[in-house]
């Protein structure tokens, strides 16, 4: 059973950066097409960005495309997220899950608790 651990947010100013990571253990995280996703209060839980398990193939929501970079490091086990230029409507808890080629929804059934980003105005 894979646990997922999001940490790495917080509070800042519009046009500032943040760097969420996403820890797992139970899985080799390096076998897996990784996804991060975000949930803003009163709304769905969406798709942010994904990576294939291959360094190099990225996929990014037009939301994001050109601001957020993910990355990941095999050998830690562990997924990034930079997200630079925030914007107020950045704010959501993000979260990081595995997902198939070119879908937009998390694979696994256990989500972890998120990290929460908020972007002031």
């Known amino acids: 059973q894979v646990q997922l651990v999001e940490s790495g947010g917080g509070l800042v100013q519009a046009g500032g950066s943040l760097r969420p990571s996403c820890a797992a253990s139970?899985?080799?995280?390096?076998?897996?097409?990784m996804a991060w996703f975000r949930q803003a209060p009163g709304k769905d839980r969406e798709f942010v960005a994904a990576?294939?398990?291959?360094?190099?193939?990225?996929t990014y929501d037009d939301s994001v495309n050109g601001r957020f970079t993910i990355s990941r490091d095999n050998g830690k086990n562990t997924v990034y997220l930079q997200m630079n230029s925030l914007k107020p409507e950045d704010t959501a808890v993000y979260y990081c899950n595995a997902v198939h080629p070119g879908q937009r929804v998390g694979l696994w059934r256990d989500w972890g608790q998120g990290t929460q980003v908020t972007v002031s105005s």
């Open positions: 990576i294939a398990w291959s360094p190099g193939s990225t």
């Open positions: 139970g899985r080799t995280l390096s076998n897996y097409r």
